[in-house]
């Protein structure tokens, strides 16, 4: 989808109370179905615009939700902007300081409860958007015919994300080489430079987030990001009920060529998972792409959410 495209989605979601709905009432039959798309870290509903796209012109509803304090209430400062003001915007107290796990899965809550009297609803979170994905079926289990995990957090033995990238598996992640920009404890937030013309920094990040992809994509990509992240939720126990979430069916898509959530990382979520409710056990796919390569393959994307069960 072209920017232009991308831009129409973001107004979309912020005239509906931040959810970006594509589809209409023609797009009923025995197959169709509600996805609800949840983004990553720094991201926004526009970051699934060519997968949900893809989804709606093959009938599906789709909406695809701007978490609080991303999208058009995303914080860019002044500093931010060029020419940058690098010791601003290090201490610039970031608005996402307020923003918690809680609030996150309260607005997708109300997503779901709008869009479940339409059909089955499966929600799929990517990143760091598995742990508002886990807490929304803890919240409302019956709504949801399935839960899909795209190389997302899926805390259960391990309590938050800082856990997870504290384990083996997760440690080589490039993501913890990349760097912040001020001290979280005084913004808020984890914050970064996406606008950095830094070499060193444009190669990590094309090396966690899209060593399959092309460096003009990449500076579209990071063009897109938003600068901050809420610190809290890296930090907040994500863990489910197994007698609620444990109930919903789920699907996690390894990502093969992942950095920035490794793929040993990936399957250990899913064994803890596994273990956590051995009678309803993850269904598994793999895609051979990157952290942010699989958004470029919407085909692909929606051939796989397709395949999966929704009942």
Known sequence: MSAVGRRALLRGAASVGGLGLLGGPLARGARTRTFVLVHGSNGNAGVWSAVAAELAQRGHRVCAVNLPGHGPDAFFPASYQAPQDLAAFAAAPSPLAQVTLAANVKHVTAAVRRLAPHGPVVLVGQSLGGITVTKVADAV???????????????????????????????????????????????????????????????????????????????AILAECEPDEAAILSFTDARPDPARWGGVPRTFVRLTADCAVPLPLQDRMIREADALTPRNRFRTASLPSSHLGFLDRPATVADLLESEPAQ
């Open 141 to 219: 289990p019956h709504l949801l015919a399935r839960l899909v995990y795209i190389s997302a957090f899926c805390c259960t033995a391990q309590p938050t994300v800082y856990d997870m990238y504290r384990t083996p598996e997760g440690a080589p992640s490039l993501v913890l080489t990349l760097p912040k920009v001020g001290d979280p404890a005084q913004t808020g937030a984890l914050r970064t430079n996406w606008r950095s013309a830094d070499p060193a920094f444009l190669a990590t990040a094309k090396a966690a987030f899209l060593a399959d992809g092309t460096d003009e994509r990449l500076r």
